[in-house]
Structure formats: structure tokens, C-alpha cells
């Protein structure tokens, strides 16, 4: 919305009160009293409406501020209907000419439109600003906040430049006061966590060139949230942000006020809608890797961190020596920030494979499917633990079991989350929720090779010294109010949040892969078109991830065939031997698994025809191919739902004709039918991240 203004007050008598407005509340000089320099480094720009009891408060704080860093405040009055409020504001501007103005706008607009309204009119007027803040009206500030805001701006900003990143803002934990609030808490800014919600606080410091680039807030959103769009928008636009301390803001907290409004749902369906590139899944799996090691390999003396599936294997495999090791002490320091700070980085999931089956079962196409299984029941609560046999059984499926810890004997892997490795520390003893994996030793690790030491008792023992390693993280620092993550979320559920799906399988490799679901009784039929596929090109495919609906007699083979061709690099069988997991437990891991994917191959299936919406929501693509001319008019004899219409594409490899006709009589367009093989295994593009800034750069220096 385009906002009309006037500017800076004509000049009126003060009267008494002149005296009174322009002195300081600490005993310092106030800014009337000194030289200002025409050319300000900062701008504050503070919008106004309802708030003319609790202004005084706020201008006593900037009369107070010294002008060792220049700078300017226009105050914007978005139509207050209070009476003779112009007059009052107007006060400030005539007794401070050299850095206050007012300016009224023509009608009112809401907060979003007043702050691009005080944007522009600083633009207008002063091109040496650096950064504008946006107190709000309500709030107070301390002697010194100019000045330490543009220094830790100034800090993050050298950082940021050496990094090749542009900075977008500074932001700090404001305290609070008045009624008691919530914040999110972090010590770093973090792209996943400012998606949940805006780490653009009233206290943030923002380059002027977020608004010289066209940025702006959204003036639609009138019951908050404007500030969580426009810091969603920055990251999308290429900025950063870091995190400063002490700045020196107060953040008044009262029923009523904006924040406190119930309209976050609205306005979190609105976020999406209105940035639907950030929230795509390959978008959101690879900030998260980027943001947070989510695994940690235990050994009995040591852990290693580990940000994705494959950076573990490499680790298992003797590679990337390069990921530190990490002490009990060090350890102990990591879990203490995050009990502190639940948003601060800390490894979810901790696993110990033995030593001699670890480097074959990480090369095997079955490791995906072994991490991804450790993360869901070890998500459950459960202790998971993996035995390797020479079991009669389907490639890949295990056998599973529940079982008490007494009963339970060796494993050759075991799988903790970071709840239940926090209990080991608390009570070394017995835990009772134990579910146990048997394995097929469809590897090759020299027979029945066992690591060194139970896998379990190591994470065990590695817990026991992380909680006696004497190390303490020290009391929370307190905001005026209780630590708070929105939503009840943790770094475990937080790409969950985001995709909308009940686990998450971190795996930011798979946005680049096709996976193909498959029932067993069509798996033949694939296996000749990949073999076909391989011979016309005669170069080695890519190989594909399978997910392998059902089991038939025979299949077993056939799928290790296609695995020693390397035309199958990921599989994950989707049905257990034994009777302890249920049908909706399948659903639960399996829908995290395919989300992670680019692309998604139904092989004339109506499996998991349910999730097409979900899949596209979340930036994945969905292909329906019909490998035989009869396979369409088969498969759509079982009268399929509407959400049959829902795919992308549908992809004819046999004869055309017949197939087309029986697609085209279901309502399919043709635009949306495609003919032949072409760009079918083709691999997809990397995602490109929003880049957060390192560690080095988010800490700014205490003022």
C-alpha cells in the first residue's frame, strides 16, 4: 500500500513544558545540546498509533543517547484518533529540529505501512545512514543503545564482507518487562528457526541496504507478523544475520499488544504462501545439515559429529577426518547450551556401530534404510538395537522384536536419541523400552564379524563420562521471562515442522535423486528397462533408490542382481518380518523418506497416492510412468480417487496410443502426458541454500 506523508512539524511555541521533553533522565547531556553532524550514520523510525501514553518513556531513552554515532529519529504518526496527539508528538520535532522529525501520514495504513513510510522519508532525506531500527512506541531504551547497536553492526558487517555474505541485520534477546511474555531464544542466527518465526526483534539494527535493494514490508499483514515476512524475504534475497548482545532495548510486554494477539496461524499459512521456495523440502534438509551435526558416532571414549547420513558413512569408512572429535568434556558443553538454549545445535540421534561391520554396512545400498529405521524408533523413546545374521529372509528387511535389557544379549549396533542418551547420563541403570533389528548379513564383512565391545554398553559408558566429566555450562541467562522454543519444537522436529511430515529424514543428497516406488510384482518389469536403459546408452546409470512395496518369492534375487549392477544404490523395503511394527508405523517412516527426494517414480503404483499433496507442498515432483501399453488401462480399472489428476506427470514407456486414450477419457491433459524415457534416471539440480552466517561472524562482540 502506497502511504502519503508530511513532513517534519512547523515550528509551535512549547511553552513550559519545553524544559521538562528535552532533559535527560540520567543526568547526561541531551542531544539538543550538542552538534549534529548533517550526515547520520543510523535512523530510527518509530511508528505510532494508540501509544501516546507510553512515548514519553521512549523519547527520554533516545534524548539520552549521545551523538558519537550520529543519528536521526522520525517519528510516524499512522493516524492516532487521539486527541490532539499530532500537537504532542510535534512537541519533540520543534524542540529538537537538528535530528527529530514527525511526519503524520494522510490515513491510516497499519505498522508495516508507517515503518516503510519512515524508510522512505530517511532514504529521501539522508543517503549516509547505514542502519534504521524500529523501536516500537511502547518500549524503552538504555543510554548507549545507538552507539552499541552500530557497533556490533559494524563488527558483523566486516565479518559478514570477509565471508563474501551481505549482511542484513543485527538482532539481540531484548529484555522484557511488564506482563510476562515468550521469545524464541537462540546465541547465533539460524535460517531454519527464523522460518518458524522472526528472529527480527524491535531491538534488530538493519542495513539500509535491505531497502535500497526494494525489500519492504508486507502491508496486508495488519495483526503482526510483517516482521516475520520481511526477514523471511531478506534470506530469500541472499542477506544474513547475526546476533548481537546487550544493545541495551527493553520490550514492554502487555495484554493487547500486537505480539500478543492470537493470529500466528494465519499469519504462518500466509509466510508459506508468500516464500514457498524456502520451504521446499531439499531447501529445508540442507539448511538443516548446514545448520546442525544431527548425528553423533559414539565410541567408548569419544563422539564424532556427523551432519547427514552419507557424512557418516564417509566417517565409518575412515574418511572426513577432518570432523573433530569430540570429548566427554566437550560433549557435555554442547548438551548444557542446548538445555539452556533448546535451539543451539546439538547432535539428535547417537550411534554405535561395530568397528569391522560398520565400513561394509555403510557401503551396502542398505545404509540409508538403517539410519532412517535408528531414527524413527529411536525417535519413539526406544533403545535400538542391531543384531547381523545369516537370517533366511528378503534382502534388507529385519526381523524385529521388543524386548527387555536383561534378555537382550549383544548387538552389533546400537541407536539412542538425545532424550534417552540424557537419561543414560541421569540413571546409568536399566531402561526397559528395547527394540531389537535382526539383520540379514546381505553384506560382505568376512562372516559374522563383531565389533569390539557391545554397541550398546559403549554408548553406555560414553554417557557415564560425559555426565562425570565435571564440565558445567552454568545457569540459563535470563530474559525477563522463561526460555521458550515456539511450538514445542526441537532441532529433531524442526524440519519436520517445516515439511509438514511426522519424522524427518535428514538427507539432503537424496533432493538430487529420483526415487521410484515399486510393488514386488512389477519389480521385473523395472529391472528390464533399467538394464535396457543402461545397454542403448552404454554408460553406467546413476542408480536409482527403490522402495519396494510388498513382498513376492523370488524377488530377493532379483533386487541383488540389480544391486551388484550398481542400478539400485538406496533400498528400502517397505514391509518387517515379524508382527511388531503396525501398518501406521509404516506410513510414519516412510513418508519422511520419500519426502527427502527431488523426484518421486510411481512404477504403475497407487501406493502412497495419498501423500501427493504433501509432496507437492513441499517442492517435489510427482511422475505416474505406465511401463507396458496395458499397465494404464489396468491400473486405472481400480477406479482410482481424484487425487489420480493430482501428478505432475504421466509417463508412457509402451505403446502410446491406447495408453494416452484411457489417461485422456480420466480427465489427464495433454500437455501433462509425456512419451518415452528421456530425462527419466536423469539426476536433479542441488537445491541452493539460504547461506547463514559462521559461527565467527553470528557472535558479535558484548558492547
Known amino acids: 500500500m502506497n502511504r502519503d506523508c508530511i513532513g517534519p512539524s512547523a515550528r509551535i511555541d512549547l511553552g513550559p513544558n519545553s524544559k521538562l521533553i528535552s532533559s535527560s533522565t540520567d543526568g547526561s547531556r541531551s542531544c539538543k545540546q550538542e552538534q549534529v553532524p548533517p550526515h547520520p550514520a543510523i535512523a530510527l523510525v518509530i511508528p505510532c498509533f494508540g501509544y501516546s501514553n507510553f512515548v514519553p518513556e521512549l523519547m527520554a531513552g533516545i534524548l539520552s543517547q549521545d551523538q558519537s554515532v550520529p543519528f536521526v529519529c522520525v517519528i510516524v504518526d499512522d493516524q492516532d484518533p487521539e486527541p490532539n496527539v499530532a500537537e504532542f508528538y510535534a512537541l519533540y520535532a520543534d524542540a529538537h529540529p537538528e535530528f527529530i522529525h514527525y511526519i503524520r501520514a494522510r490515513r491510516n495504513g497499519g505498522l508495516a505501512a508507517s515503518r516503510n513510510c519512515g524508510v522512505d522519508y530517511v532514504l529521501a532525506r539522508w543517503p549516509s545512514v547505514e542502519v534504521v531500527m524500529f523501536p ?143 520451504y521446499q523440502a531439499g531447501r529445508v534438509l540442507a539448511q538443516a545439515a548446514r545448520e546442525n551435526s544431527y548425528f553423533a558416532l559414539v565410541t567408548d571414549s569419544a563422539g564424532r559429529l556427523a551432519s547427514t547420513p552419507s557424512n557418516m558413512a564417509s566417517l565409518l569408512d575412515g574418511q572426513n577426518l577432518d570432523n573433530a572429535s569430540l570429548t566427554p568434556s566437550g560433549m557435555a558443553e554442547l548438551l548444557g547450551n542446548n538445555v539452556n538454549i533448546p535451539a543451539d545445535p546439538c547432535p539428535q540421534l547417537f550411534l554405535r556401530i561395530g568397528d569391522e561391520i560398520g565400513p561394509a554396512l555403510a557401503k551396502s545400498p542398505y545404509w540409508d534404510h538403517f539410519v532412517s529405521l535408528s531414527n524413527y524408533f529411536a525417535g ?42 540424557r537419561e543414560f547420563m541421569r540413571r546409568p541403570g536399566e531402561l526397559k523400552r528395547v527394540i531389537v533389528m535382526e539383520w540379514p548379513l546381505a553384506i560382505t564383512c568376512g562372516g559374522h564379524a563383531r565389533g569390539a565391545g557391545d554397541a550398546r554398553e559403549a554408548i553406555r559408558t560414553f554417557a557415564e563420562k560425559v555426565a562425570t566429566s565435571g564440565v558445567s555450562p552454568g545457569p540459563a541467562s535470563r530474559f525477563g521471562s522463561e526460555h521458550w522454543v515456539p511450538l514445542g519444537l526441537t532441532w529433531r522436529t524442526l524440519p519436520a515442522h517445516h515439511l509438514g511430515v511426522n519424522s524427518s529424514f535428514v538427507a539432503p543428497e537424496n ?193
Not at 136 to 159: E, H, M, Q
Not at 269 to 275: Q, S
Not at 391 to 397: E, K, N, S, V
Not at 644 to 656: C, P, T, V
Open 136 to 278: 516500537d512506541a511502547d518500549d524503552r531504551i538504555l543510554p548507549g543503545y545507538v552507539r552499541n547497536s552500530f557497533t556490533a553492526f559494524r563488527s558483523a558487517k566486516r565479518k559478514a564482507e570477509s565471508a563474501g555474505c551481505k549482511l542484513g541485520w543485527v538482532f539481540e534477546h531484548p529484555n522484557m518487562f511488564g506482563h510476562p511474555g515468550r521469545m524464541l531464544r537462540l546465541t547465533r542466527h539460524s535460517v531454519l528457526w527464523n522460518m518458524v518465526g522472526a528472529t527480527q526483534m524491535p531491538s534488530s539494527a538493519f542495513s539500509m541496504e535491505l531497502f535500497r535493494s526494494g525489500l519492504r514490508y508486507e502491508t496486508s499483514f495488519r495483526w503482526g507478523g510483517e516482521d516475520w515476512d520481511f526477514s523471511v524475504g531478506a534470506l530469500e534475497a541472499g542477506f544474513v544475520a547475526a546476533f548481537g548482545r546487550h544493545q541495551g532495548y527493553l520490550w514492554r510486554q502487555r495484554p493487547g499488544s500486537m505480539s500478543a494477539l492470537a493470529a500466528m496461524d494465519h499469519n504462518r499459512v500466509k509466510v508459506r504462501l508468500r516464500h514457498k521456495a524456502l
Open 380 to 421: 519413539l523413546g526406544f533403545v535400538v538395537l542391531h543384531r547381523f545374521t545369516d537370517l533366511p529372509a528378503a534382502a534388507g528387511i529385519p526381523i524385529l522384536s521388543k524386548s527387555d535389557e536383561k534378555t537382550v544379549g549383544r548387538s552389533d549396533g546400537a541407536a539412542v536419541s538425545l532424550e534417552t542418551f
Open 511 to 703: 533432493s538430487t535423486r529420483p526415487l521410484v516406488i515399486c510393488h514386488a510384482s512389477k519389480l521385473s518389469d523395472l529391472a528390464a528397462h533399467l538394464v535396457a536403459a543402461e545397454e542403448i546408452d552404454r554408460q553406467p546409470l546413476p542408480g536409482i533408490a527403490l522402495l519396494s512395496c510388498g513382498t513376492i518369492a523370488g524377488t530377493s534375487d532379483l533386487l541383488q542382481g540389480l544391486i551388484e549392477r550398481g542400478l539400485v544404490r538406496q533400498l528400502f523395503p517397505q514391509y518387517f518380518a515379524g508382527d511388531v511394527v503396525e501398518a501406521n508405523d509404516f506410513e510414519r517412516i516412510y513418508e519422511s523418506v520419500i519426502v527427502s527426494f527431488g523426484k518421486v517414480e510411481f512404477w504403475s503404483t497407487f501406493s502412497f497416492l495419498s501423500l501427493l499433496s504433501k509432496l507437492k507442498a513441499c517442492g517435489v515432483r510427482r511422475e505416474i510412468v505406465f511401463p507396458r501399453a496395458e499397465s494404464a488401462k489396468e491400473l486405472m480399472g481400480r477406479r482410482p480417487s481424484s487425487s489420480f489428476k493430482a501428478f505432475d506427470s504421466y509417463r508412457i514407456l509402451g505403446e502410446e496410443g491406447e495408453s494416452r486414450a484411457v489417461l485422456r477419457a480420466y480427465g489427464v491433459a495433454n500437455e501433462f502426458i509425456i512419451h518415452g524415457v528421456e530425462g527419466l534416471w536423469d539426476p536433479l539440480p542441488m537445491p541452493s541454500t539460504c547461506d547463514t552466517l559462521p559461527a565467527s561472524i553470528s557472535e558479535s562482540p558484548d558492547a
